[in-house]
């Protein structure tokens, strides 16, 4: 069987992997996650109208325009409506980014003011802004218990395989799994893709799930091949590779779908929804690229060296020992 | 199986589904009275709170929640000054209001109490705010509600954001007044409030020798408890305290949080034990309520540093200002996004398997719906489950594996048909061939999701607990009830395998 080329290629994908994990660990301690979705700092300027303005549609929809008009150049990022109970009034909450200037704000404050009072002379519009400081402390305890609960997860699902397929099989799954999880992460912090702040474990976990369903793939194809006696004598790599072609197609379409799944979603769902199943499809991806370049030249040495261990301590017959006699008493 | 039993049978499944699916996502009109409506189950179950979407009497859920802002004791904001001051005479009074107050960026401070001569804010009040801030982070952190939101707004007041809940918006609101006390942990007894004296902890100690910490309980019967447990010093103190209970024939216990009671205790007889189990006859906590108490009991006891030593000999509070009820975040209709895009996704896995496996669709379609509707249930009842991005993937993930589970087992016994065997012989071979393969995909996932469960907190706990859940229905589904579906359905043909949209590979004979 011809050994492919990729399976060659270790050093290669080590290299690629050893640098995008280095780089991406470098920018987390250094910039941590792109968590803009997050809010963690910004503005708000909160309208809120009494129900004089609420009563009549033509009404709120003006004073929407005058807010927007008035922010057209503070650059809002989001908008959230409310009830203010304290107030008895309605509230709209427009999101502003942290690197607003504070002059603009003031400027637009006093336009909308301005503007509402003279639109509607006998409402009660009031407008203030307020700096955000968001205290992410929040996120501590779910996000250490959460990589604790992934690396648990993940080996007793090797403890399964290795019984399964063999302690080569879990070593080099686990290998891959510890791998697609680091990988995906230090990719969003490399290509600063916008997240929620509890999105790169969840992430993380995607990826670690989709390396285990793909490695399995392939490790079933490698218990075929030992089971059949035409394939049994197989060098390691000629096995690996057997198991590589008879389950990369499987791989691929798995991954088409799951990608194409969350890209559907993620096209027809809302904004906020959109930001976290889009880039779920870079997981999948992850999960992909190792199973089918690094998974295979990973596990040609490892099977390699497995393979040797058995054979040196295959248990040989050596037939039934003879039944030592009884020494016969000295007269 | 005969004709008759499969027929029985597939009509049993018909009616089952439809009427699941009924249950789960059709609106019924009660007919009259109070209730005007049956809602169905997939508006039952909670969901996230940056998902919005109107149901309920009047609409009266739109997802979003509550927030609240808490301005420490001697800073008011703008609107309260201008409001107050708009509200009182000309004169005196008025002038020493407005002189008593000054503006600091966006809050109002009492300038004798909270600046100093610059007019910048002082570093004892910073100290002080520090504290408050980092108790009640800590108080919601240990609440692990998602998406719970704290700010700190305008450098010197905290905003809270609190998720709405179909089941538990009242409980979680109301943390926003019993999160807000601050202070150290005092144990009071006597006969009343006023004359209560302090029973722990003693002068010049601290109440963490007395106190080990607080944590919840529920019994059989569903009662919450709040849990308080002491040291051996404690149950000493407080049994020799109360032990004048036996003469007066009853006393009450103030459990205060600085100016604080948080809860009223009476007692009948001398306390002895290290424990009490602390619930509400007259009005019984809720999970929520109890947990929220036995934080701020806990936090309050085992503080690093107590509130005494920050704030002295003074009181700081922490004042409720400003609660307002927030919509979802992503709109009003992102959960009605998501419902489409699940539909568009659902008619396009129909699609591939009716034109792939011609009538052989409908086993899929059965199995599907089935696994889809059995899923939608375990949510209803499971009351930690929420309709979020998470479970929404994990499901979405688990419809991949069952799906792509059911295309593995057809092609397989489409080889098995196309090589000679039958129908029949082809459907076991394949299951045969394919029964480790599915159960090992569907058992390592499943085993991973659940631990991921038990040891994650929030979103990641949702999307395992959902992934494992689905996983489970999933490999049940692909193993059990698609065999049994295909069994009965390929009663109904004669030719099975145009059924199944399967075709013999034809095999030309070489003639010389």
Redesign the interface.
């Known amino acids: 069987m011809k050994t492919k080329r990729i399976y060659k290629l270790l050093p290669v994908w080590l290299a690629i992997s050893a640098a995008v994990i280095i780089a991406g660990i470098i920018l987390t301690c250094l910039l941590g996650f792109n968590t803009s979705p997050d809010r963690k700092k910004g503005y708000t300027v909160e309208v809120s109208y009494d129900v004089s303005v609420e009563i009549d549609p033509a009404k709120v929809e003006k004073l929407e325009g005058i807010c927007d008009a008035a922010l057209k150049d503070v650059g809002v990022t ?1 908008r ?8 008895d009034m309605t ?1 709209i ?1 427009y999101i502003l980014p942290a690197d607003c200037s504070v002059e603009k704000l003031e400027a637009a404050q006093q336009a909308i003011t301005t503007e509402a009072q003279t639109a509607f002379p006998d409402g009660n519009v ?1 407008v ?8 992410s ?2 996120y ?3 996000t250490w ?2 990589a ?3 690396t ?3 080996v ?2 090797l403890i ?2 290795g019984f ?1 397929f063999g302690v080569g099989c879990a070593l080099t799954g686990l290998c891959l799994a510890a791998h697609d999880a680091v990988f995906t992460v230090a990719l969003f912090a490399i290509a600063r893709i916008p997240t929620y702040a ?2 790169p ?2 992430f993380a ?2 990826a ?2 989709f390396s ?2 793909f490695w ?2 392939q490790c ?1 194809k490698l218990r075929d091949a030992k089971k059949d006696p035409a394939l049994r004598s197989l060098e390691a790599a000629d096995a690996v590779a057997y198991a590589w072609e008879g389950s990369w197609k ?1 791989i691929a ?2 991954a088409a ?2 990608v194409a ?2 890209a ?10 959109r930001l ?2 889009l880039p ?1 499809m870079l997981p999948v991806a992850v999960a992909s690229y190792s199973s089918l370049l690094l998974a295979p030249a990973l596990h040609i040495p490892v099977k390699t060296a497995f393979d040797k261990f058995s054979a040196k301590h295959k248990p040989r017959y050596f037939g039934k020992k003879k039944a030592e006699k009884p020494e016969e008493p000295e007269n | 199986m005969g004709k008759v039993k499969s027929a029985i049978c597939l009509v049993l499944a018909t009616l089952i589904i439809a009427a699941l699916s009924f249950i789960c996502f059709v609106a019924l009109p009660a007919g009259g009275g109070s209730i005007t409506q049956f809602d169905p189950v997939v508006t039952w179950i909670d969901k996230d709170a940056n998902l919005g979407v109107e149901y309920g009497a009047n609409e009266s859920y739109r997802g979003g929640g509550y927030t609240a802002t808490f301005y420490p004791e001697g800073v008011i904001s703008a609107a309260e000054f201008t409001d107050n001051l708009a509200g009182m005479p000309e004169g005196a009074e008025k002038d020493e209001y407005a002189e008593k107050y000054k503006k600091v960026g966006n809050l109002y401070y009492d300038a004798k109490e909270n600046l100093d001569a610059n007019g910048k804010v002082t570093e004892e009040f910073i100290a002080k705010f520090n504290y408050a801030k980092d108790r009640l982070v800590e108080r919601y952190e240990r609440m692990n509600i998602e998406n719970i939101r704290i700010d700190v707004v305008d450098n010197y007041a905290l905003r809270v954001f609190v998720p709405q809940s179909a089941s538990t918006a009242t409980a979680y609101t109301s943390t926003f007044s019993l999160f807000s006390y601050m202070g150290d942990l005092e144990v009071r007894y006597g006969s009343d409030e006023a004359s209560a004296t302090t029973a722990l902890p003693a002068a010049g100690k601290s109440i963490g020798d007395y106190v080990k910490g607080a944590a919840t309980a529920t019994d059989g019967d569903g009662t919450h408890y709040v849990v308080i447990s002491f040291t051996s010093e404690g149950k000493d103190r407080l049994a020799s305290r109360t032990a004048d209970v036996a003469d007066s024939g009853s006393g009450t216990l103030f459990f205060k949080v600085g100016e604080n009671t948080v809860i009223s205790l009476s007692i009948t007889s001398a306390i002895e034990d290290d424990r009490l189990y602390i619930s509400n006859p007259s009005s019984p906590f809720t999970a929520e309520a109890a947990q929220a108490l036995a934080i701020l009991i806990d936090s309050t006891a085992n503080a690093q540093v107590p509130a005494s030593e920050v704030f002295g000999g003074d009181t700081f509070t922490l004042n409720v200002d400003s609660i307002a009820t927030m919509r979802a975040l992503y709109g009003d209709s992102a959960l009605v996004y998501m419902y489409i895009a699940f539909g568009v996704l659902f008619v396009a896995m129909m699609v591939f398997f009716f034109v792939r496996y011609g009538l052989l669709g409908f086993v899929h379609l059965y199995t599907y719906l089935l696994f889809l509707l059995v899923t939608l249930l375990c949510m209803w009842s499971l009351s930690f489950i929420t309709i979020s991005t998470g479970t929404f993937a994990a499901v979405l993930l688990a419809s991949v594996l069952l799906s792509a589970s059911q295309a593995i087992v057809y092609e397989n016994a489409r080889k098995e048909y196309a090589a000679g065997k039958t129908v029949a012989a082809a459907v076991k071979n394949a299951y045969k061939k394919c029964f480790w393969h599915i159960f090992d995909l569907h058992i390592v996932v499943a085993g991973v999701s659940f631990i991921t469960y038990a040891i994650a907190l929030t979103q990641l706990s949702g999307f395992a607990f959902m992934l494992g859940l689905c996983t489970l229905f999933s490999g049940i589904c692909a193993l059990a009830v698609g065999r049994f579906m295909w069994a009965i359905m390929m009663r109904f043909t004669n030719k099975q395998g145009k059924f199944c949209n399967f075709k013999r590979v034809e095999v030309e004979d070489d003639e010389d």
């Open positions: 989001d959230q409506d409310g009830y203010d109970s304290t107030l509230l909450s009031r203030a802004y307020h700096k955000i400081d968001n205290v402390d929040i501590y305890e779910p218990r959460g604790v609960a992934l648990v997860g993940v007793v699902g399964y395989i399964r509890y999105a474990l969840l976990t995607i670690a799930v285990l369903v399995l793939l079933m499987k379409i798995l779908v799951s799944v969350f559907v979603a993620g096209g027809v769902a809302a904004a906020g929804v976290f199943l779920a």
